[in-house]
């Protein structure tokens, strides 16, 4: 499985980005996508996660209610919907993807990905 993410930049405080995630590779219906960030200085979090097909999305607190993950399965593309962008918000974007049916409380496990993307930087600055 390959991952290519894309759509990061710089954006104001207050504004929105979409973030792509292109799966190659996979195949079938299992295995979950996932987002971390990355911000200089600071361990790699979790974000969002989402089966591919099933239950899903969850989130971590601190974008709850701001971001929105989504996923086209024909396209196999996962997207990143993020609004109301703050500052802390900066980091390196990476989407991640486990074909093992972890349960919910450890998708937000970084380890627990066995593919990773190139990561997409995101700032979020005036």
């Known amino acids: 499985v390959q991952l290519q993410a894309s759509g990061g930049g710089l954006v104001q405080p207050g504004g929105s980005l979409r973030l792509s995630c292109a799966a190659s590779?996979?195949?079938?219906?299992?295995?979950?996508v996932g987002w971390f960030r990355q911000a200089p200085g600071k361990a790699r979090e979790f974000v969002a996660a989402m089966r591919w097909m099933g239950s899903g999305p969850y989130y971590a607190d601190s974008v709850k209610g701001r971001f929105t993950l989504s996923r086209d399965t024909a396209k196999n593309t996962a997207f990143l919907q993020m609004n109301s962008l703050k500052p802390e918000d900066t980091a390196t974007y990476f989407c991640a993807y486990t074909s093992t049916n972890w349960i919910v409380s450890a998708l937000r496990d970084d380890f627990r990905y066995d593919y990773w993307g190139q990561g997409t930087l995101v700032t979020v600055s005036s």
């Open positions: 590779g996979r195949s079938g219906s299992s295995g979950t």
